[in-house]
C-alpha cells in the first residue's frame, strides 16, 4: 500500500538524521538551566490552569469521566496501528485495528469500550517508541513549554507523528480519509481533553510528588524517562499508578 510506503521513508529519514548526529543511549541532560526555567513556567501553568480544571474533571459524574477518556483513548489508537505496522508487532496490530473499530461501531465512537471487555487492550504506540524498537536511543533530555519533558528522539517523533497518524491526517491537515474529516480544532480538543483527563486521573500523584520530592524537576525527569522505556520495551510497568504518560 502507498499510504504504507510513505510511512517508511519518513522513519528512514528520520533514523537517518537521528543516526547521524551521533544520538547517545544514555539520556543526558541538554541546557538544563533553561530547562529548569520552562519547567518552573510550566509548574506555574498547571497551577493556574490545568489543576483547576482537573479538580473540576473529577467532579463530574462518574459515567461522563469515563466516556470522555474512553472516547479519547479510542482516537489515540489511531496512531498506534501504522506504528505497529512498522515495529513488525502484527498482534498488536489486530488489537489496535480490532478495538478501534468495534469501540467505534458498537462502543459509540469508543463512549463504551467493548473492546476491553471481549480482551482487546491495545499499546499506546508513537513514533518515539517505534524509534527507540529501532534501536535510536533518545538524545538528550529538556523541557518544552507546555508539553513538558521530552528528549531528541521524542521530539521528532512527535512531530512525525502528525504525519503518520490518521487523525492527525484529517484534521490538521484537513485531509478526507474513508471518508471523514475534520479540522484543526478538533485535534487540539481532543489532545487538550486528554492532558486534562490524564492530570485528572493522576492528581493525588502529582500532589504526593510535589510534597514529597527534594527535587520536583529531577523526579519528574527519572518518571518521563522510565515511562518510556517502558513503552519500548512493551513492559508491564508500563500500567503503573501514574496511568499512561503520553506527549
Not at 521524542?154 to 491526517?169: E, I, K, S, W
Not at 487540539?188 to 490524564?198: E, L
Not at 522510565?226 to 499512561?244: A, F, L, P, T
Request: proline share 4%; with cysteine; aromatic share 10%.
Amino acid at each position: 500500500m502507498q499510504i504504507i510506503k510513505n510511512y517508511r521513508h519518513i522513519f528512514l529519514a528520520l533514523t537517518l538524521i537521528l543516526f547521524t548526529t551521533n544520538i547517545a543511549k544514555s539520556t543526558e541532560e541538554c541546557f538544563e538551566g533553561t530547562s529548569r526555567a520552562i519547567f518552573k513556567f510550566n509548574m506555574a501553568l498547571d497551577d493556574i490552569v490545568f489543576e483547576p480544571l482537573a479538580k473540576g474533571y473529577n467532579k463530574l459524574p462518574s459515567p461522563i469521566k469515563a466516556g470522555t477518556s474512553n472516547f479519547t483513548s479510542n482516537i489515540g489508537t489511531l496512531l498506534s496501528i501504522p506504528n505497529n505496522v512498522l515495529q513488525g508487532n502484527f498482534t498488536q496490530l489486530g488489537h489496535s485495528i480490532g478495538s478501534f473499530a468495534l469501540n467505534t461501531t458498537v462502543g459509540v465512537f469508543g463512549i463504551l469500550n467493548p473492546a476491553e471487555k471481549i480482551g482487546l487492550k491495545p499499546n499506546k504506540e508513537d513514533v518515539g517508541q517505534t524509534l527507540g524498537s529501532y534501536g535510536v536511543g533518545p538524545g538528550c533530555y529538556f523541557v518544552l513549554p507546555v508539553l513538558g519533558s521530552t528528549t531528541v528522539r521524542d521530539t521528532f517523533g512527535m512531530l512525525a507523528d502528525t504525519f503518520v497518524d490518521p487523525f492527525a491526517h484529517v484534521t490538521i491537515r484537513e485531509k478526507e480519509l474513508l471518508g471523514s474529516s475534520g479540522n484543526s480544532l478538533d485535534f487540539y480538543s481532543i489532545k487538550a481533553t486528554t492532558a486534562v483527563d490524564f492530570r485528572a486521573d493522576n492528581d493525588k500523584n502529582f500532589e504526593s510528588l510535589e510534597k514529597n520530592s527534594i527535587d520536583l524537576y529531577s523526579s519528574i525527569k527519572s518518571i518521563y524517562i522510565q515511562d518510556r522505556e517502558n513503552k519500548i520495551k512493551n513492559s508491564i510497568k508500563d500500567e503503573d499508578d501514574w496511568g499512561n504518560l503520553n506527549n
